[in-house]
């Protein structure tokens, strides 16, 4: 079975500071996708990234970079001179294929981790 | 309008009560999911429609059905709900109906749904 593990509940900063979200994932797959999502408090999930397996390269883009590492099992995302509007629930996910021809691709999300940005 | 959208976007109901969330998508997209958000609990799949046709029930209790009249809109009819059921209730859209994993799910902003 699938697992995605997002082991910091909450984590709090002060402005400017950076700030690493972690994502440990499990999956008896060779071939996956992993996703994050922001989750503003008006509730609407907002996609950040997608990412495949064979893709190892770190990604930048503005202020967020992600670290894909697959000898680790993790995917973690580093927002860096957080403002205030990072403030947020962020959640990682992992895709595994539909059950078979037709059907859709499914995504297993961690819990979550809760990202508080203060003045 | 583009996107996901949700209607309502709250809604308190009694257990006797029947009512029903709508979700529209503006994407051109093939598949819907309904999700349920509870609090420090992870996202929990609950239905997925891949052309109108529903490939995925979760087990979900019978007093959530669901129905998707074409491809844009997807519907989750409540009735006798329980007070454990109050939570956020997303709706999602991908565009690639054939298991695809690489697929991105775009979400709506959610019902916040109190039963009491």
């Known amino acids: 079975a699938q697992k995605v593990t997002q082991a910091q509940t909450e984590i709090s900063v002060v402005e400017k500071e950076d700030v690493t979200l972690d994502c440990v994932y499990e999956?008896?797959?060779?071939?996956?996708?992993l996703f994050w999502y922001k989750q503003p408090p008006s509730g609407e999930l907002v996609f950040l990234i997608r990412?495949?397996?064979?893709?190892?390269q770190n990604e930048i883009s503005g202020r967020y970079s992600w670290n894909f590492q697959k000898s680790t099992s993790s995917f973690n995302f580093t927002i860096t001179a957080s403002q205030v509007v990072d403030s947020a629930v962020y959640f990682c996910?992992?895709?595994?294929?539909?059950?078979?021809?037709?059907?859709?691709?499914?995504?297993?999300f961690g819990t979550g981790t809760r990202l508080q940005v203060t003045l | 309008e583009t996107g996901v959208t949700q209607t309502p976007r709250h809604l308190v109901m009694g257990m006797t009560n029947k009512k029903s969330l709508k979700c529209e998508q503006h994407l051109g997209h093939n598949a819907m999911y309904w999700y349920k958000q509870s609090a420090k609990k992870p996202l929990e799949l609950m239905f997925v429609?891949?052309?109108?046709?529903?490939?995925e029930n979760n087990s979900v209790p019978s007093r959530f059905s669901p129905e998707c009249p074409n491809s844009s809109h997807l519907f989750l009819h409540l009735h006798t709900l329980q007070p454990e059921d109050s939570a956020l209730y997303l709706c999602?859209?991908?565009?690639?109906?054939?298991?695809?994993?690489?697929?991105?799910?775009?979400f709506g902003p959610g019902t916040r749904l109190t039963v009491l």
């Open positions: 999956t008896r797959d060779t071939t996956y996708y």
């Open positions: 429609y891949n052309f109108k046709e529903q490939t």
């Open positions: 996910a992992l895709s595994e294929a539909g059950l078979g021809t037709g059907t859709a691709s499914k995504l297993t």
């Open positions: 999602a859209s991908s565009l690639t109906p054939a298991g695809d994993m690489s697929d991105t799910q775009y």
């Open positions: 990412r495949n397996s064979f893709d190892e």
